[in-house]
């Protein structure tokens, strides 16, 4: 199962980017959705959960101001970042995990990242 990430940018603060994260490949289910970021020399974070029954958890240096979604029948998720910081900047990256049906047709598990979306927020 493959992510592709999209919708990283430059914005001033106090500005808004949308990103989007789409699973593709040859799946069966997911379970929960998630978006990560990593700032220059930080340990990646969790930033926001979605789970398959629409169970929605944040980061308290988020609450507030990004907002999690998934569209499943595109199996994709979005993350809507309001009120942006400069100490948002970092890379974003999408995770998913689920089940896959193999090419011979078995049921296996997976958790797959996309390859990340850098946001640049200038003060």
Request: charged share 15%; aromatic share 10%; net charge positive.
């Given at each position: 199962v493959?992510?592709?990430a999209s919708?990283?940018?430059?914005v ?8 989007s994260?789409?699973?593709?490949g ?7 959705m ?5 700032a220059?020399?930080?340990q990646?974070e969790?930033?926001?959960?979605i789970?398959?029954g ?7 240096s988020?609450k507030g ?7 499943n029948?595109k199996n ?8 942006l ?10 995770n998913?995990?689920g089940?896959y049906?193999s090419s011979s047709g078995?049921l296996?598990?997976?958790d ?11 003060s």
């Amino acid at each position: 199962v493959q992510l592709q990430a999209s919708g990283g940018g430059l914005v001033q603060a106090g500005g808004s980017l949308r990103l989007s994260c789409a699973a593709s490949g040859n799946i069966f289910s997911i379970n929960a959705m998630y978006w990560y970021r990593q700032a220059p020399e930080k340990q990646r974070e969790l930033v926001a959960t979605i789970t398959s029954g629409s169970r929605i958890n944040y980061a308290d240096s988020v609450k507030g101001r990004f907002t999690i979604s998934r569209d499943n029948a595109k199996n994709t998720v979005y993350l809507q970042m309001d009120s942006l910081k400069p100490e948002d900047t970092a890379v974003y990256y999408c995770n998913s995990d689920g089940i896959y049906r193999s090419s011979s047709g078995v049921l296996s598990p997976f958790d797959s990242w996309g390859q990340g979306t850098l946001v640049t927020v200038s003060s």
